[in-house]
């Protein structure tokens, strides 16, 4: 088989989801969404030839995309004057197989264009299709009459042909289909559909962009990760509190609470990957209710609020930055004390410590610093 073209129709206005970007051009899970199906076709083992068509009057504000892809074309008024202008560009032998894709559907997949590639071998063209499971009612009349859905299909795209078919049927583009399908169905080509996938939707209303996100990413949410720092100095005492542990030592560290930097930063790094503030909003130093408290309570605050936001605290990372006291014969009680506080295993619990070459305050022992990562993942659905 000829290595195939990849047209990839971006010329919609996409007036329909309100933005002022064309949704095409607007971001979904880090990339804009046409760069996921340019990388499904740069990727996928056929090579294809790829083509991008992008809004009349905008070439000169896609320039970025001339280093993606083989050609950069100018689209027509509608969308069959867009994909003549894509098929103008290149001149290949008949049988070269030609898919032409929606930019406004991200997901496509490898397996997609191995599945429809191989369709087209069997009929003059292939399409993916998806059956109606919603009951489809006719209401153009005074009464609604329901329709039976059972022969009804609902195509997306890539849509695939060959390169003679496809140039025939759409000609100029002088006449607007609905699809590319449509322009060979008229001339009476045979077509075969191969099963749709959800994912492959387009993204035509806002809304769209969460639900073909999620599905994208196999229904799972992306985790949240924040991080914490915190600070405390030296002064009088005989002992600190480090990840709830206390710790016989030379001095106390001063604070409004228990001073305890350990959770103190994981409480501003849970707080952090929740995007809601820090320990000083939840607990301000001002209270005195908080004179002397424990900072469990602190850390406890922050893992309702992940709960509550429908997150799980996956594992936790922290730091403990001092010269003395020695950390390490305490470290596995820190990881025991703060993993019951979480109802984590300990294994999701890292305790870990660092000297600074005795450098800066804490070389000097003026006081110690602690450090956290915290992970969340969204927690199972229950409902
Ligand atoms: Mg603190």
């Not at 559907?105 to 599945?115: H, V």
């Not at 305050?361 to 992970?375: C, D």
Request: proline share 5%.
């Amino acid at each position: 088989m000829s290595r195939p073209i990849a047209i990839i129709v971006a010329a919609g206005q996409g007036k329909r989801t309100g933005g002022e970007t064309p949704k095409q051009f607007r971001a979904l899970l880090g990339r804009r969404v046409i760069d996921w199906s340019l990388a499904a076709f740069k990727a996928h083992p056929s090579e294809p030839l790829l083509i991008i068509v992008v809004p009349r009057g905008t070439l000169a504000d896609h320039q970025d995309f001339s280093a993606l892809c083989d050609h950069l074309v100018e689209g027509g008024q509608t969308r069959s004057e867009s994909v003549a202008a894509g098929l103008e560009v290149v001149d290949v032998a008949a049988n070269t197989p030609v898919m032409i894709h929606d930019a406004a559907r991200p997901g496509l997949s490898g397996r997609m264009i191995t599945r429809l590639l191989a369709a087209l071998e069997e009929a003059d063209a292939a399409a993916p299709a998806l059956m109606v499971s919603d009951a489809l009612k006719d209401v153009s009349g005074k009464r609604l009459v329901t329709l039976d859905r059972s022969p009804l299909r609902r195509i997306q795209t890539p849509q695939v042909f060959r390169y003679a078919d496809i140039c025939a049927a759409i000609g100029d583009g002088a006449r607007d289909y609905v699809d590319d399908l449509e322009a060979v169905e008229a001339a009476g080509r045979t077509v075969k559909l191969v099963s749709g996938e959800a994912r492959l939707g387009k993204i035509t209303y806002e809304e769209d962009f969460e639900v073909i996100a999620s599905l994208m990413m196999g229904g799972q949410t992306v985790p949240r990760i924040g991080s914490g720092y915190d600070v405390h100095q030296f002064g009088e005492g005989d002992h600190v509190t480090l990840c709830g542990v206390r710790i016989p030592h030379t001095h106390g560290l001063v604070g409004h609470s228990d001073a305890d930097i350990g959770w103190h930063a994981l409480t501003d790094a849970i707080l952090g990957a929740l995007a809601l503030g820090d320990i000083g909003d939840h607990f301000p130093p001002s209270d005195p209710q908080w004179e002397g408290a424990d900072s469990g309570v602190f850390l406890t605050h922050a893992a309702k609020l992940a709960d509550e936001a429908g997150y799980i605290i996956a594992n936790v990372d922290i730091t403990l930055i001092c010269e003395a006291p020695k950390i390490k014969p305490h470290r596995e009680a820190m990881r025991i004390k703060t993993a019951e506080l979480l109802g984590l295993e300990r294994s999701k619990v890292s305790v870990k410590a660092t000297t600074t070459e005795k450098l800066g305050f804490e070389g000097r022992q003026e006081g110690m610093a602690g450090q956290a990562v915290a992970v969340l993942a969204p927690a199972p659905k229950l409902d």
